[in-house]
C-alpha cells in the first residue's frame, strides 16, 4: 500500500508524477464559508515555481492551479476541494541514460526494489514536482488559520550560514534565496552558481517560524504537534533531518540553560526563552512554532557517480536535464505549506475535543 494522504480531520490527497500531464490535490474536511479563488492560491505557488532564475532548474512551468470542486460562489462548500497544476515543460528525453541506472542518493534503486518498476522520467512519483501540489493545498490551510503568521527562510547553504545579528525578516522576498541575511544571499550566489557550473549541487537548512499559535493545539502520546511537524518535513523530498526549537543544541545544554521561565503576564505567562520551540508535551504553549528543516544535495547531477544499472553491472551515470543546485531554495514555501497543514490539522482537532 502506498500512502500518499496525510492528516486528521483536515486531510489532503496528492496524485501525479513529475512527467505525465498533470498532478495536483484533495483536500478533504476543508471547513465551508471559506473564501477561496485560484488567484489567493497563485502567489505560494509563484514563490515555488522553478526557472525564476539561474540559481533554480530552468523547467518552465507556470504552475497555474485550477480548482475542480469545492468551491461554489467564490467559498468553500465543505466538499472535498480538488486542485489541479498542469505539466506543460516536460524533457522525457533527458532521462534516457537514468532508464538504464540508478542515481545514488535518489529514489531509483529503492522504487525499483518496491514496485519492480519505476517511472524514470524526472523520477516520477518521487520528484520534488510533487511538493508543487502540496504547497497549493497549504495556501487553501492557511486561510484555516485566521491570526497564525507562517514564515520560512534559508539559514544556510552548504556550510555558509547567515548572520543572525543581522537578520530582517523584510529581505526574504528581495532575493531569489529567500534569505533574511542581504549579505549572505550576496555570497550564495556566488557559491551556489559555482556549484551548477561544477555540475554538482549543494544542501540548504531551511527554519520556518509561525507566530500567534494559541496555547493547546497538539496531543499528548500519539498526537503530538510537533511529532506531526517532524513527520510532515521529513516527508518533503530531500529532508534528511528536522529539528524542533533548540533541537540537537538541546543535547549539549544544562537543565537550567534549556528552561524556558516563565514570569506572570498581564495576558498569561510570559517566556523568557524558547528553546522548546513553542511546543511542550506534545502541545503549543502560545510562543512561536519553530522547526528547522535540512536539505541534502541534488542527486541529480552532471557529475559522473558509481553506481550500477538495472542489468547489476557496476557503471557511471551522470544525469543530465534541468535540476536545481540547490533544492532547499525552492523547498521554502514547501515547509510553509507543511506548516499551515499540520496547524490547520491540529487546530480542527482541537476544536474537535475541546470546543
Given at each position: 500500500?502506498?500512502?500518499?494522504?496525510?492528516?486528521?480531520?483536515?486531510r489532503?490527497?496528492?496524485?501525479?508524477?513529475?512527467?505525465?500531464?498533470?498532478?495536483?490535490?484533495?483536500?478533504?474536511?476543508?471547513?465551508?464559508?471559506?473564501?477561496?479563488?485560484?488567484?489567493?492560491?497563485q502567489?505560494f505557488?509563484?514563490?515555488?515555481?522553478?526557472?525564476?532564475?539561474?540559481?533554480?532548474?530552468?523547467?518552465?512551468?507556470?504552475?497555474?492551479?485550477?480548482?475542480?470542486?469545492?468551491?461554489?460562489?467564490?467559498?468553500t462548500?465543505?466538499?472535498?476541494v480538488?486542485?489541479?497544476?498542469?505539466?506543460?515543460?516536460?524533457?522525457?528525453?533527458?532521462?534516457?541514460?537514468?532508464?538504464?541506472?540508478?542515481?545514488?542518493?535518489h529514489?531509483?534503486?529503492?522504487?525499483d526494489?518496491?514496485?519492480?518498476?519505476?517511472?524514470?522520467?524526472?523520477?516520477?512519483?518521487?520528484?520534488?514536482?510533487?511538493?508543487?501540489?502540496?504547497?497549493?493545498?497549504?495556501?487553501?490551510?492557511?486561510?484555516?488559520?485566521?491570526?497564525?503568521?507562517?514564515?520560512?527562510?534559508?539559514?544556510?547553504?552548504?556550510?555558509?550560514?547567515?548572520?543572525?545579528?543581522?537578520?530582517?525578516?523584510?529581505?526574504?522576498?528581495?532575493?531569489?534565496?529567500?534569505?533574511?541575511d542581504?549579505?549572505?544571499?550576496?555570497?550564495?550566489?556566488?557559491?551556489?552558481?559555482?556549484?551548477?557550473?561544477?555540475?554538482?549541487?549543494?544542501?540548504?537548512?531551511?527554519e520556518?517560524?509561525?507566530?500567534?499559535?494559541?496555547?493547546g493545539?497538539?496531543a499528548?502520546?500519539?498526537?503530538?504537534?510537533?511529532?506531526?511537524?517532524?513527520?510532515?518535513?521529513?516527508?518533503?523530498?530531500?529532508v534528511?533531518?528536522?529539528?524542533?526549537?533548540?533541537?540537537?543544541?538541546?543535547?549539549?545544554?544544562?537543565?537550567?540553560?534549556?528552561?524556558?521561565?516563565?514570569?506572570?503576564?498581564?495576558?498569561?505567562?510570559?517566556?523568557?526563552?524558547?528553546?522548546?520551540?513553542?511546543?511542550?508535551?506534545?502541545i503549543?504553549?502560545?510562543?512561536?512554532?519553530?522547526?528547522?528543516?535540512?536539505?541534502?544535495p541534488?542527486?541529480?547531477?552532471?557529475?559522473?557517480?558509481?553506481?550500477?544499472?538495472?542489468?547489476?553491472?557496476?557503471?557511471?551515470?551522470?544525469?543530465?536535464?534541468?535540476?536545481?543546485?540547490?533544492?532547499?531554495?525552492?523547498?521554502?514555501?514547501?515547509?510553509?505549506?507543511?506548516?499551515?497543514?499540520?496547524?490547520a490539522?491540529?487546530?480542527?482537532?482541537?476544536?474537535?475535543?475541546?470546543?
Amino acid at each position: 500500500m502506498s500512502v500518499n494522504t496525510f492528516g486528521r480531520v483536515l486531510r489532503f490527497t496528492t496524485w501525479g508524477e513529475s512527467h505525465g500531464p498533470a498532478l495536483g490535490a484533495v483536500l478533504d474536511g476543508c471547513p465551508p464559508g471559506i473564501a477561496l479563488t485560484e488567484a489567493m492560491i497563485q502567489p505560494f505557488m509563484d514563490a515555488r515555481a522553478p526557472g525564476q532564475s539561474k540559481f533554480t532548474t530552468q523547467r518552465r512551468e507556470p504552475d497555474a492551479v485550477k480548482i475542480l470542486s469545492g468551491v461554489f460562489e467564490g467559498r468553500t462548500t465543505g466538499t472535498p476541494v480538488s486542485l489541479m497544476i498542469e505539466n506543460v515543460d516536460q524533457r522525457s528525453k533527458d532521462y534516457s541514460e537514468v532508464a538504464k541506472a540508478y542515481r545514488p542518493g535518489h529514489a531509483d534503486y529503492a522504487y525499483d526494489a518496491k514496485y519492480g518498476l519505476r517511472d524514470y522520467r524526472g523520477g516520477g512519483r518521487s520528484s520534488a514536482r510533487e511538493t508543487a501540489a502540496r504547497v497549493a493545498a497549504g495556501a487553501v490551510a492557511r486561510l484555516i488559520l485566521p491570526g497564525v503568521k507562517i514564515t520560512a527562510y534559508v539559514s544556510q547553504i552548504g556550510r555558509d550560514e547567515i548572520d543572525r545579528s543581522a537578520m530582517d525578516f523584510s529581505q526574504i522576498g528581495q532575493n531569489p534565496f529567500f534569505c533574511p541575511d542581504a549579505a549572505a544571499a550576496t555570497r550564495w550566489e556566488a557559491l551556489v552558481d559555482g556549484a551548477r557550473k561544477a555540475g554538482s549541487s549543494l544542501g540548504a537548512v531551511v527554519e520556518c517560524v509561525a507566530e500567534n499559535v494559541p496555547a493547546g493545539w497538539g496531543a499528548p502520546v500519539y498526537g503530538k504537534l510537533d511529532a506531526d511537524l517532524a513527520g510532515a518535513m521529513m516527508g518533503i523530498n530531500a529532508v534528511k533531518g528536522v529539528e524542533i526549537g533548540a533541537g540537537f543544541g538541546a543535547a549539549m545544554l544544562s537543565g537550567e540553560e534549556n528552561a524556558d521561565p516563565m514570569r506572570a503576564g498581564a495576558d498569561g505567562p510570559q517566556f523568557e526563552a524558547n528553546n522548546a520551540g513553542g511546543i511542550a508535551g506534545g502541545i503549543s504553549t502560545g510562543q512561536p512554532v519553530i522547526v528547522r528543516v535540512a536539505f541534502k544535495p541534488t542527486s541529480s547531477i552532471l557529475s559522473a557517480v558509481d553506481t550500477i544499472g538495472r542489468d547489476g553491472e557496476n557503471t557511471q551515470i551522470s544525469t543530465k536535464g534541468r535540476h536545481d543546485p540547490c533544492v532547499g531554495i525552492r523547498g521554502t514555501p514547501v515547509v510553509e505549506a507543511m506548516m499551515a497543514l499540520v496547524l490547520a490539522d491540529h487546530m480542527m482537532l482541537h476544536r474537535a475535543q475541546c470546543g
